[in-house]
């Protein structure tokens, strides 16, 4: 007789770009997940092998984790943990993301609450950026908890049944992938549910790129694709 496969409740998909060379403060993070969580780590032609794969693996051994390689993209990354989890709901991070066991005992306690949510975190950014970044972090949880729109570095969680109505992440678009998968849940009427605990995330690209060029870009991209989609909702256009 074949031993019975308990279902995870959680997957963790953590794209890793061609540009990564290690986990940073995630690696201890994800140590704090529930017993029998499983995690992906996708991986792109670009970074194989992956530096210190041996040695995370070791780290992360009381978990199920897998190691994947996709195209480079990361939508197509995204969706190939996706393919690959066993879990009931799937938690997307990013690899310069951060989190405390408070954050985990919130997202499980919303999780059990709202199953059928479309589930995000606040934003916090590390201090590894310029000072003005706070009114970055402002205005993302200003837009996400009023204007409903989280972005992809607050940690969408979701049953996996619902990540599969949704159809994945669009992966023939430039940017945003994120973005767009969040206004396809609320077409689809998805409650959105936001968390009371941050989830950390890097802020050094605006260190690096300029804070102020940085800021306008992504506030013209999002303006941009936001517009067609906040129509669609409105016109009740989108998918039952």
């Not at 529930?34 to 996708?42: K, R």
């Not at 969706?79 to 408070?102: I, Q």
């Amino acid at each position: 007789m074949e031993p019975v496969t308990q279902t995870p409740m959680l997957s963790v998909i953590i794209p890793l770009g061609p540009e990564e060379t290690d986990l940073g403060r995630l690696q201890g993070d994800l140590q704090l997940l529930p017993a029998g969580a499983e995690i992906l780590l996708v991986c792109c032609p670009d970074n194989q092998p992956f530096p210190h794969q041996q040695q995370i693996s070791a780290t992360l051994s009381r978990f199920s984790i897998k190691w994947l390689v996709s195209v480079t993209g990361r939508a197509k990354q995204l969706n190939c943990g996706t393919a690959a989890a066993k879990g009931r709901f799937l938690w997307y991070l990013h690899v310069d993301s951060g989190f405390g066991p408070l954050l985990i005992q919130n997202l499980l306690r919303n999780l059990n609450n709202q199953p059928q949510g479309f589930h995000f975190s606040p934003l916090a950014f590390a201090h590894d950026g310029p000072g003005l970044i706070k009114l970055n972090q402002w205005g993302a949880n200003l837009r996400s908890r009023w204007l409903g729109v989280p972005f992809g570095d607050q940690g969408f969680c979701l049953s996996r049944e619902n990540m599969q109505r949704l159809g994945g992440y669009p992966e023939q678009v430039a940017y945003g992938e994120d973005h767009l998968l969040l206004w396809k849940a609320r077409q689809h009427g998805l409650v959105l549910c936001c968390g009371d605990q941050a989830l950390l995330t890097s802020a050094r690209k605006y260190r690096c790129k300029g804070w102020g060029k940085l800021t306008l870009l992504y506030q013209h991209l999002w303006l941009r694709q936001a517009l067609p989609q906040w129509w669609r909702c409105l016109t009740k256009k989108g998918e039952p």
